[in-house]
């Protein structure tokens, strides 16, 4: 089993920046696909982002793309999520989760993730 833990949320105004972290439990990260999900108030949990195993290949959710960079540290166990020219509509709570990588590619689904943190929480004001 593994255990991942969630950091760096907090408070900003719109255009601002954060940066999330990840820390996993297992000695063998980098057999794992990682990837970033949220839920806002009154809605769906969505995924934002997801990364292989080895950091080759990412792939973000249309709403994302070219503010958020996701990126990981095998040597560290750890995963990142950085969040540029951030917008009210990306106040949701965070969740990071990790799950066995099947080849050379990840797929932002929640069925695809064995593991999730408790959630950092990221509020965008306007």
């Known amino acids: 089993q593994v255990q991942v833990e969630e950091s760096g949320g907090g408070l900003v105004q719109a255009g601002g920046s954060l940066n999330l972290s990840c820390t996993a439990s297992?000695?063998?990260?980098?057999?794992?696909?990682m990837g970033w999900f949220r839920q806002a108030p009154g809605k769906e949990r969505e995924g934002v982002s997801c990364?292989?195993?080895?950091?080759?290949?990412?792939y973000y959710t249309d709403g994302v793309k070219g503010r958020f960079t996701i990126s990981r540290d095998n040597a560290k166990n750890t995963l990142y999520l950085q969040m540029k020219s951030l917008q009210p509509e990306d106040t949701a709570m965070y969740y990071c989760?990790?799950?066995?990588?099947?080849?050379?590619?990840?797929?932002?689904?929640?069925?695809?993730?064995?593991?999730w943190g408790q959630g950092t929480e990221v509020t965008v004001s306007s």
């Open positions: 990364i292989n195993w080895s950091g080759t290949y990412a």
């Open positions: 297992t000695s063998d990260f980098d057999d794992y696909v």
């Open positions: 989760a990790s799950g066995p990588s099947n080849g050379a590619e990840c797929e932002l689904e929640s069925y695809a993730f064995d593991y």
